[in-house]
């Protein structure tokens, strides 16, 4: 079966009881036990619910995972990823990672014994160079967020493997149907549900998916123990805004490639990074373990004073914080995603004052490079 016919049939898509073509929202806390004191198979929402699980099964059956828990936020899903670790283990990942993950390393991971160190994500040597005899897990985002920069999932994959390290991957930007990091020997795909599988900027939620029963068993302990379950309706929204993904990022991706290789030819471009132009750092990387370069795209102003132009006059994209909607979303990193990122660590990933990231949404392109365009004059 192909993705995008998995999208709509590759997983439970009717109500089971009535038939119903959209899964029912069973929106309740708890659950009547008609065999006690034998448990039935749903007991209390905080630890799973039919509406819940349902968006597991669909996230599953798009990246091809045996488990997948679903959590209230994609920092839900990596704060239960990364608490599978223990104090005194150690983490190895890049230098350009989404600012929140970085900060529940930095801050609060290091509170209680568990340290790091950040690397080039570029270079895979690198990786297995950062190897201490306590290091536990690999965290990777590739193309990763702002820079887009590409870490070869499969080669460090296999150095994760080699030394018995858990690799664990953000799929956030690219989705099960730009790259299948399982397909390249991951253990754990990690998705905050609120951008691209979602879709339409509505909801907060995020997912870890995995193949190994151990780890599947103590993200689901973490769920619980956190609190950090979904709620109903997010679900339910999930479960409807993943029968368009693929449409959606087909347009958004071609919407991106567009952009990009547009935006290069402005004078007031700097620099794009995007990984679909064959100018971009792992440019042939990227082509081997994904579809395309994604939806997502950064570029570099010369000043701060155009910075405050293009945002000030823009008037398709929206400004904010997120990414992965239906309507392209323009964001400044530096006071946004990145802002909780001390400020000499965000010039060190290179996260610069003038540095805008553009999601892209499935509007017509030449609008989306009109506006922009038009903005910079
Ligand atoms: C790559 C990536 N991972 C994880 C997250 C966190 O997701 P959430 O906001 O759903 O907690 C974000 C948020 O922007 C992100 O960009």
């Known amino acids: 079966m192909h993705t995008d ?39 209390y929402t905080r630890f799973s619910n039919p509406t819940i699980h349902a968006a597991e099964l669909a996230v599953m059956a798009l990246e091809k995972a045996k488990y997948g828990i679903a959590y209230s936020s994609g920092m839900g899903a990596i704060s239960a990823t990364l608490l599978t670790l223990k104090s005194g283990d150690h983490i190895v990942l890049g230098k350009d990672i989404y600012g929140g993950t970085f900060q529940l390393i930095h801050d609060l991971m290091n509170n209680f014994g568990i340290t790091y160190t950040q690397i080039d994500e570029t270079d895979t040597e690198a990786w297995e160079k950062a ?13 990763s967020n702002p820079l887009l920069k590409i870490t070869d999932l499969q080669a460090v994959c296999q150095i994760a493997q080699k030394h018995h390290i858990i690799s664990v991957c953000d799929n956030t930007f690219m989705t099960p149907l730009v790259q299948s990091p399982f397909e390249l020997g991951c253990d754990v795909v990690i998705h905050s549900a609120t951008k691209f599988l979602g879709g339409h900027s509505d909801i907060v939620m995020g997912i870890a998916l995995t193949n190994d029963e151990k780890i599947a068993q103590n993200l689901e302990k973490n769920k619980r123990i956190l609190g950090s379950c979904p709620g109903i309706e997010e679900s339910w929204l999930l479960l409807r805004g993943i029968k368009t993904l693929a449409v959606r990022m087909e347009k958004a991706c071609h919407n991106a490639q567009f952009l990009a290789e547009n935006l290069q030819a402005l004078d007031k471009v700097k620099q794009v990074y995007y990984p679909g132009l064959p100018t971009h750092d792992g440019f042939d990387i990227n082509q081997k373990q994904a579809k395309n370069g994604g939806a997502v795209l950064s570029f570099e102003l010369e000043n701060a004073q155009q910075v405050e132009q293009l945002f000030h006059n823009v008037t398709i994209p929206i400004v904010a914080v997120s990414l ?39 509007e017509n392109p030449e609008d989306l490079l009109h506006d922009i365009k038009d903005s910079l004059m």
């Open 131 to 143: 190897i201490q005899e306590n290091t536990k897990m690999f965290y990777l985002e590739t193309p």
């Open 324 to 362: 992965g909607g239906v309507e392209s979303i323009l964001s400044y990193p530096w006071s946004m995603s990145h802002a909780c990122m001390p400020e000499s660590d965000r010039i060190k990933a290179g996260v610069t004052p003038t540095l805008i990231r553009l999601s892209c949404g499935i």
């Open 5 to 43: 016919t998995t999208i709509l049939h590759g997983y439970p898509m009717l109500d089971p009881v009535t038939g119903a073509a959209s899964i029912s929202k069973c929106q309740t806390s708890t659950f009547h036990q008609n065999d006690f004191p034998k448990a039935g198979q749903y007991t």
